[in-house]
């Protein structure tokens, strides 16, 4: 199967938290209420300073996804 890049979630039990998945590596949640991040990989020291440069890129690509997203239901 494949997946988007980017899939919305949503969970009745954090009803005013806006989810996005990134499915690709690195895989990772972004709770856009709060810009709080769980990352779904494990990295070596290495991997993490490449992270940290990347890292900023991704998660201004979710955001651009659930605007995206947003605007569209909204037409």
């Not at 605007?67 to 239901?73: G, H, L, N």
């Amino acid at each position: 199967m494949e997946l988007p890049k980017f899939l919305l979630g949503d969970n009745t039990d954090y009803p005013t938290a806006i989810f996005v998945v990134h499915t690709e590596y690195p895989r990772f949640i972004i709770n856009l209420e709060n810009d709080e991040v769980e990352w779904l990989e494990e990295f070596s020291k290495e991997d993490e300073k490449e992270l940290e440069a990347e890292a900023e890129n991704l998660i201004e690509a979710a955001t651009a996804f659930y605007d995206r997203e947003v605007s569209r239901y909204e037409e």
